[in-house]
T-cell receptor, first 114, second 117 residues
Framework: EAGVAQSPRYKIIEKRQSVAFWCNPISGHATLYWYQQILGQGPKLLIQ????????DSQLPKDRFSAERLKGVDSTLKIQPAKLEDSAVYLCASSATLAKNIQYFGAGTRLSVL | AQKVTQAQTEISVVEKEDVTLDCVYE???????LFWYKQPPSGELVFLIRRNSFDEQNEISGRYSWNFQKSTSSFNFTITASQVVDSAVYFC??????????????FGRGTSLIVHP
C-alpha cells in the first residue's frame, strides 16, 4: 500500500513570493491533515478535511494561507505572500475516517523563506 | 496553557539502558484519544500507539510499554533495553472532540532521544 505522497521535498523562496505544496493521501482515506512544524517544535495543525469539506481550520492564517481538496482526494496548500516566519516543514497526514484517527504522515516539504 | 506537555526536551542514554518519556495532558473532555509518534531523522512521523480515555490498561509491545494514568493525566512511554535505532524525536498527542463533532489533534513539543552505542 502506497503511503502519503508529498511534493516538493524542498522549496526555497524569497519573502513575499507565493508557494504551493501538494499532498496525495493513502488511497481510500477520507480525512486529510496539513501541519506546520517549526524547527524544534511539534506539528501544529493548520487544516483538517473530511472528504472535500473543511472540518477545522481554526489555526490557519487565512490572510495568507489557503488549502483545498476539491475532489476529496489530493490536496494543495498555498502560501501567498510568504513571510520569513513561514520557514518550516509542512506535513501532510491522512486517516481512514474521523473516528479511526490514527494518522499516517508523508515525508513533508521543507520550506525556507529568505 | 499547553494541552500536551513533554517536559523533557532531550534525553541521552547509552545503549541497553531503559528510558521513560513523559507526557502530561490537559483536557476537560471525558472522551479523548492519546497517541505516541516517532519522528526519525528522515522526518516522517510514524504512529506507535493510540489509547482512548476509557482504556487505562497498560500496554507492552516488544521493548515498548505505555503507562496511562487518568488520575495524573499522564501517558508515559518506556523503552526497555534501548538501541541506537531508537534515536528519534518522540511526540505525544491528544485528540479531543470539537464542537463540530470531529477529533482535533494537538501535539506536544517532542522529546529528542539520543541513544549512544
Amino acid at each position: 500500500e502506497a503511503g502519503v505522497a508529498q511534493s516538493p521535498r524542498y522549496k526555497i523562496i524569497e519573502k513575499r513570493q507565493s508557494v504551493a505544496f501538494w499532498c496525495n493521501p493513502i488511497s481510500g482515506h477520507a480525512t486529510l491533515y496539513w501541519y506546520q512544524q517549526i524547527l524544534g517544535q511539534g506539528p501544529k495543525l493548520l487544516i483538517q478535511f473530511q472528504n472535500n469539506g473543511v472540518v477545522d481550520d481554526s489555526q490557519l492564517p487565512k490572510d495568507r494561507f489557503s488549502a483545498e481538496r476539491l475532489k476529496g482526494v489530493d490536496s494543495t496548500l498555498k502560501i501567498q505572500p510568504a513571510k520569513l516566519e513561514d520557514s518550516a516543514v509542512y506535513l501532510c497526514a491522512s486517516s481512514a475516517t474521523l473516528a479511526k484517527n490514527i494518522q499516517y504522515f508523508g515525508a513533508g516539504t521543507r520550506l525556507s523563506v529568505l | 496553557a499547553q494541552k500536551v506537555t513533554q517536559a523533557q526536551t532531550e534525553i541521552s542514554v547509552v545503549e541497553k539502558e531503559d528510558v521513560t518519556l513523559d507526557c502530561v495532558y490537559e483536557t476537560r473532555d471525558t472522551t479523548y484519544y492519546l497517541f505516541w509518534y516517532k519522528q526519525p531523522p528522515s522526518g516522517e512521523l510514524v504512529f506507535l500507539i493510540r489509547r482512548n480515555s476509557f482504556d487505562e490498561q497498560n500496554e507492552i509491545s516488544g521493548r515498548y510499554s505505555w503507562n496511562f494514568q487518568k488520575s495524573t493525566s499522564s501517558f508515559n512511554f518506556t523503552i526497555t533495553a534501548s538501541q541506537v535505532v531508537d534515536s528519534a524525536v518522540y511526540f505525544c498527542a491528544l485528540s479531543e472532540l470539537s464542537s463540530g463533532g470531529s477529533y482535533i489533534p494537538t501535539f506536544g513539543r517532542g522529546t529528542s532521544l539520543i541513544v549512544h552505542p
